[in-house]
């Protein structure tokens, strides 16, 4: 009764989550993540407990030159929604992406990350298709 209870719990804030996500704008298309299915709720896990995130995305094409922004802009989203000791591993799913392994590195190495949001025309764009109110 008490893991199902938690596993419970863990699905409202599965669920939280994903409302907080749901209308980032892709960065090439007038149409959020969602609509577009390159983020769903069941792509989202959470584990309270080790304070660990996964977000699991699905780009629209497997050679999808935008991969990484859309990493980019669920980074920067969830970091403002979660206390700074949870882990965030954000990763395209396996066999969505002709470049899958360097996709997830460079979405998954901090040094990289600070680097690309240094950059004014690649923040610019993070920042439009989160903030953006043509959706």
Known sequence: MMMMRKRKCLKIFDSKMANYVRDIRDPEH????????????????????????????????????MATVIGLCLRVKLKEFFPPHFKLDIRVAPGSHANEESVNKQLNDKERVAAALENPNLRQLVDECLYSNEL
């Open 30 to 65: 007038p149409y959020s993540l969602e609509q577009l299915s390159v983020l769903s709720e069941e792509s989202i896990t959470v584990d309270e407990k080790l304070g660990r995130i996964l977000i699991t995305f699905t780009p629209t094409i497997q050679h999808c030159s």
